[in-house]
């Protein structure tokens, strides 16, 4: 049998697998990008909010939604804090008036422990009992009361003050320092009167 000048050989079988898009490339062959383009696909911008379409993917960052809270109001690179307890308007007139109120009640009582001995003398001209000698603690017990006195309102003035300063309510301060107040004020008036023998008998035969 003659050969036939115009027979090709097929060609030998490629042991690569066959893919299953396109042919494969011949071998030794690579591929060069172009001069001037940058060889690494840029990342696809990461998609947030109800058009994402599926889960994100491996190496995509994921951004947390800001969190929806209508009556609080954020700002970027600042903490939030608490709003600042504020004291209703009309407390502040109320503590400046009952701390005035306080002032005129102190001065009254402390010059009240200061007149006892006329208020005994004028208890002992009622009754009959003579005339009223005042005993050897009646001076200093007054003069501790009168000073105790005005202690107790300085006192409830400073923490009033310092409450308005904090924009807190302070209104209450000045009725507990009025009681206060009006029990050591009883409180040394009675122990002057106790002291007294002469009132104290009297006292005991009504």
């Known amino acids: 049998m003659s050969e036939n000048p115009d027979f090709v050989p097929p060609p030998a079988k490629d042991p690569r697998p066959r893919p299953q898009y396109g042919e494969l490339a011949p071998e030794g062959w690579t591929w060069q990008p172009p001069q001037g383009e940058v060889g690494v696909e840029p990342a696809p911008a990461p998609i947030v909010g ?3 379409g599926g889960p994100p993917r491996a190496n995509q960052p994921i ?5 929806s809270e209508p009556h609080k109001q954020y700002q970027r690179g600042q903490p939030s804090w608490p709003a600042k307890r504020t004291a209703p308007r009309w407390d502040r007139p109320l503590t400046i008036g009952l701390l005035a109120f306080g002032l005129l009640a102190t001065l009254y009582g402390a010059f009240s422990l200061g007149a006892l001995p006329d208020a005994m003398q004028l208890i002992y001209t009622q009754q009959g009992l003579g005339t009223y000698t005042p005993t050897a603690n009646i001076g200093p017990l007054t003069t501790v009361g009168a000073v105790t006195v005005v202690f107790v309102w300085l006192a409830t003035t400073a923490v009033s003050i310092g409450l308005l300063l904090r924009h807190r309510r302070a209104f209450y301060v000045p009725i507990i320092g009025g009681a206060v107040s009006t029990v050591v004020l009883f409180s040394f008036m009675l122990a002057a009167m ?3 023998q002469t009132l104290i008998n009297f006292l005991s035969q009504q």
């Open 50 to 52: 109800a058009g994402a």
């Open 63 to 67: 951004i947390p939604a800001a969190p």
């Open 194 to 196: 106790l002291g007294d």
